[in-house]
């Protein structure tokens, strides 16, 4: 099943900083009752923005929102600190947004994810920035996952995000992720991937058609989640068509439901 990991939640947009401050409970309750009803797998939670108050902010938004869905949450940050206070709260494992290769983030990371119960997004990122090949972004791979193996975590419970570049800066860029995906989904069986999918498609214009493009050759080759608004429903419906397309919807059950429910339409 493909997992899509609601992107909404999160104080860089104006209307949930908004909400945020002003403890609308009732605008991020809506919101993330209609993330789940749209089909999101986990609602993403990120409180960063507000220097200061992210703590706060995201004890706050844990409270409010856990008890109106019955899906998991990723618990987004880059302090451990706040990242422990917000696993002790939870009531499912959740998901870790992210740990990567970068010195000081790897090793503040891998102590605080020791023994958890948690599902884990871990990128493709080192101290030398983004990967600039195929062969860099699989060796990063490889050494994520050995090394939170080494903690704990159960490689069926590593999501790798291959870090999707622009294209529009280099043609490569897309040609480059999909053999990537490709090659780690080979070389590391049971992984999972994630991805921040419309960074493809920076710096184009009509930059939707782009992302829903390149999603549909991603899933091809392997990919099997992506950061995603679960409220487009054009996305959404790239998704269960994709999954039917390739064989992962029995019966073509999900793509159904998804047309009586007004979800896929020409």
């Given at each position: 099943?493909?997992?899509?990991?609601?992107?909404?939640?999160?104080?860089?947009?104006?209307?949930?900083?908004e909400a945020v401050e002003k403890r609308d409970l009732a605008y991020i309750q809506?919101?993330?009752?209609?993330?789940?009803?749209?089909?999101?797998?986990?609602?993403?939670?990120?409180?960063?923005?507000?220097?200061?108050?992210?703590?706060?902010?995201?004890?706050?938004?844990?409270?409010?929102?856990?008890?109106?869905?019955?899906?998991?949450?990723?618990?987004?940050?880059?302090?451990?600190?706040?990242?422990?206070?917000?696993?002790?709260?939870?009531?499912?494992?959740?998901?870790?947004?992210?740990?990567?290769?970068?010195?000081?983030?790897?090793?503040?990371?891998?102590?605080?994810?020791?023994?958890?119960?948690?599902?884990?997004?871990?990128?493709?990122?080192?101290?030398?920035?983004?990967?600039?090949?195929?062969?860099?972004?699989?060796?990063?791979?490889?050494?994520?996952?050995?090394?939170?193996?080494?903690?704990?975590?159960?490689?069926?419970?590593?999501?790798?995000?291959?870090?999707?570049?622009?294209?529009?800066?280099?043609?490569?860029?897309?040609?480059?992720?999909?053999?990537?995906?490709?090659?780690?989904?080979?070389?590391?069986?049971?992984?999972?991937?994630?991805?921040?999918?419309?960074?493809?498609?920076?710096?184009?214009?009509?930059?939707?058609?782009?992302?829903?493009?390149?999603?549909?050759?991603?899933?091809?080759?392997?990919?099997?989640?992506?950061?995603?608004?679960?409220?487009?429903n054009a996305i959404m419906a790239v998704v269960k068509t994709t999954e039917m397309?390739?064989?992962?919807?029995?019966?073509?059950?999900?793509?159904?439901?998804?047309?009586?429910?007004?979800?896929?339409?020409?």
């Amino acid at each position: 099943m493909f997992v899509t990991i609601g992107e909404r939640i999160n104080t860089s947009r104006p209307a949930v900083r908004e909400a945020v401050e002003k403890r609308d409970l009732a605008y991020i309750q809506d919101d993330v009752r209609r993330q789940q009803a749209a089909g999101a797998t986990y609602v993403d939670v990120n409180a960063g923005a507000r220097i200061g108050h992210e703590a706060e902010d995201m004890e706050w938004l844990i409270e409010v929102i856990q008890p109106v869905i019955e899906i998991p949450l990723c618990l987004d940050s880059p302090d451990p600190a706040v990242l422990e206070m917000a696993y002790g709260m939870v009531t499912q494992p959740p998901m870790i947004n992210s740990i990567s290769l970068e010195g000081e983030r790897y090793e503040t990371m891998l102590p605080f994810l020791q023994g958890k119960d948690v599902s884990v997004i871990a990128l493709c990122m080192d101290d030398t920035g983004l990967p600039i090949g195929t062969d860099d972004v699989l060796a990063r791979a490889k050494k994520l996952a050995s090394g939170l193996e080494e903690a704990g975590i159960a490689r069926e419970r590593i999501y790798v995000d291959p870090l999707i570049q622009p294209i529009s800066t280099d043609q490569t860029k897309g040609l480059m992720t999909l053999e990537a995906v490709r090659r780690v989904a080979q070389d590391l069986p049971g992984i999972h991937f994630t991805c921040g999918l419309s960074n493809i498609s920076y710096g184009l214009p009509q930059r939707k058609i782009v992302n829903r493009a390149f999603l549909t050759l991603l899933m091809g080759v392997g990919l099997d989640g992506a950061i995603l608004d679960p409220l487009d429903n054009a996305i959404m419906a790239v998704v269960k068509t994709t999954e039917m397309l390739l064989g992962q919807d029995e019966y073509c059950v999900g793509y159904l439901d998804g047309v009586r429910a007004g979800q896929i339409v020409a």
